[in-house]
């Protein structure tokens, strides 16, 4: 299997759930993992990302996309941020 090449979109949805967890998302965490990522392991890992950025934990080194993508929408209130993350789903067409 290919690896991944991980785009802004991608990390704009999981930076969401990492966040505020998938409950008020068009899609599962999961379901996003296995048809966006081809990979859930991967979508954990780079919630890892976010959690160290955010000082809780997780990797001690992040890739520079979930730094920029966090310090863009980090302040956005959770209806903000879920309205950008569902716009992401949406361009990828996943056929609802």
Do not use: C
Request: glycine fraction near 6%; aromatic fraction near 12%.
């Amino acid at each position: 299997m290919a690896r991944h090449i991980w785009t802004k979109n991608d990390d704009i949805f999981v930076f969401y759930v990492t966040k505020f967890g998938d409950q008020n998302l068009d899609i599962s965490e999961q379901e996003f993992g296995d048809r966006v990522i081809d990979n859930y392991n991967s979508l954990k890992m780079r919630k890892n990302n976010f959690l160290a950025i955010m000082g809780k934990g997780g990797l001690e080194h992040f890739a520079k996309l979930s730094s920029e993508v966090y310090k863009e929408f980090q302040d956005l209130s959770e209806p903000q941020l879920r309205k950008v993350a569902n716009g992401v789903l949406h361009k990828l067409d996943l056929r609802w």
